[in-house]
Each structure stands twice: as C-alpha cells, then as structure tokens.
C-alpha cells in the first residue's frame, strides 16, 4: 500500500510532462520544465502547475 503515493506521482508527472511538450512554449523551456519535473518530481509537478502556461485553467 506504501507504492500508491508513488504511483499517482508518477502518473501527474507523465501528464505533466506530456502537457510541456504540447505546449507552445519554446524547445528550451521544454527541455527545462521536463528535466525539472524528473529531477524533483513533487515540486517539479507543482511548480509546472502554478507557474506553466494556463491553458483554460480557472
């Protein structure tokens, strides 16, 4: 039961990683949130939230 953290991480952090790469941001920028986002994939995945592009986000 200790994985399920971990699982549901995991899986934000694909989501989070597929939306970099189909924003319009520029390839350095994808290349920086992704390589974030693996590294520290917690606050990666929360710094993607907060501070990416909006896309219809209220």
């Known amino acids: 039961m200790d994985y399920i953290f971990g699982v549901i991480i995991l899986i934000l952090d694909i989501i989070a990683i597929l939306s970099v790469w189909s924003s319009g ?34």
């Open 25 to 58: 941001a520029s390839m350095v920028s994808k290349l920086l949130w992704t390589l974030l986002i693996l590294i520290l994939p917690v606050i990666g995945l929360i710094a993607w939230y907060f501070l990416g592009p909006k896309r219809g986000r209220i």
